[in-house]
């Protein structure tokens, strides 16, 4: 077939990655085109295809992606003019729209959403916005891959039209991480203090940090480790300062400094704004980590990851929009229902978490056959 061409709106992602390296293994052509973040710029592209840099974005001001935008929207063009190209696939709504600027033609579009930018029900202005464009984007794909069950369940019921255009690939570990770090068979919890850890981007303070400030006044019983990047990293500095038993371990790479993260902790703290509409709905891959590396979690109530914690026994879910959740919670912490929770991880079986891109493959070589 011929080549698809990537616009990745961060190459550092591991699911960018992960994608990446799937196409190349099917021996499908791959030409990247891809920006940079702030984030993640740790976990180095190691994939043998063709990449072409198209700089560095900001996270949040989009307004200030115009130039580099402007600089990727030529260097495609040119590209395509060159080189015979039959797909794009495309990361993210603002590379999607890059890609119907290049002109897609006769071309097919891949377009993949890990996080839903807007409320459907919502109408404000930013929203029709986003949902206008969406919709434009969505009239032109041809396989439209989520990454949550939550996220197809909203699209099939908002636009049922485009369900059959969909393809669930979600969050799990890679393929080859049992031939990296092959599995425990029982937990590795502490005997010390209890040690919870926060692992990856860090955001949603307002629920991360009344947990931080509990555990950091519970210094013989407690320990909370954090493993990132992201924006209040300076106070994060301050509680470290404050504080015996919080640290801070900076970024760190992603598959391969895992282990080395999820074996310094008992409890993995994935609590998130349960008000937030994407999260109410997301599933990230914390949850398929923890459960390979036998962390139990602490999630937030009310969302689709805390109906899988809980129905799977698995670890706990609190709500952060309660007055004292943090003190609650740590309260009512028992070692004993780490460790069992922890053996629950580790005997779900293997095949359930690590990544299958198999469907998405197919659905690749059904239109490939009919061009």
């Known amino acids: 077939m011929e080549k698809i061409l990537v ?16 196409l190349h293994y099917a021996n499908i052509p791959v030409a990247v085109f ?32 115009i130039p580099a935008f402007k600089n990727a929207f030529f260097r495609i063009r040119a590209y395509q003019k060159y080189n015979p190209v039959s797909t794009f696939y495309c990361f993210g709504l603002d590379s999607a729209l890059l890609a119907l600027m290049c002109g897609l033609g006769k071309r097919k579009m891949i377009y993949e959403i890990a996080d839903l930018r807007y409320d459907f029900q919502v109408k404000n202005l930013k929203n029709k916005i986003i949902s206008s464009a969406e919709r434009r984007v969505l009239g032109r794909t041809e396989i439209l891959v989520l990454t949550s069950e939550g996220h197809f369940e ?9 369900a059959n255009r969909i393809t669930l690939i979600e969050n799990k570990v890679p393929q080859f991480l049992p031939d990296l770090y092959p599995r425990v068979n029982k ?46 990293i300076a106070r994060i500095a301050e509680y470290c300062q404050t504080f015996r038993n919080i640290f801070y371990h900076g970024p760190f790479t992603n598959p391969g400094q895992l282990k ?62 309660i007055n004292g959740y943090a003190r609650n919670f740590i309260d009512n912490l028992r070692r004993n229902e780490i460790f069992e929770k922890a053996n629950i991880c580790l005997n779900i079986p293997i095949e359930a978490i690590v990544t299958d891109h198999s469907p998405l493959l197919k659905e690749i070589e059904k239109f490939s056959t009919h061009e």
């Open 154 to 162: 909203q699209f099939k019921r908002i636009l049922p039209r485009i």
């Open 187 to 232: 937990p590795h919890i502490s005997r010390g203090r209890i040690r919870l850890g926060f692992i990856g981007a860090i955001r949603y303070e307002a629920c991360l940090f009344p947990l931080i400030e509990e555990v950091g006044l519970r210094e013989d019983e407690l320990e909370f480790h954090i493993y990132g990047d992201g924006r209040n």
């Open 34 to 65: 891809a920006f940079q973040r702030d984030l993640f710029k740790i976990n180095r592209f190691q994939v043998n295809v063709e990449l072409y840099s198209l700089g560095e974005i900001p996270n949040i001001n989009y307004l200030k992606r």
């Open 260 to 321: 080395e993260v999820y074996e310094n902790i008992d409890l993995n703290i994935v609590v998130y704004d349960n008000l937030d509409f994407n999260v109410r709905r997301a599933i990230p891959n914390k949850l398929f980590e923890s459960i390979y590396f036998g962390v139990p979690l602490v999630v937030s109530d009310n969302t689709l990851l805390g109906k899988k914690v809980d129905s799977l026994g698995i670890g706990f879910t609190i709500d952060p929009q």
């Open 7 to 22: 616009i990745a709106n961060n190459i550092n992602l591991p699911r960018v990655q992960r994608r990446i390296r799937a």
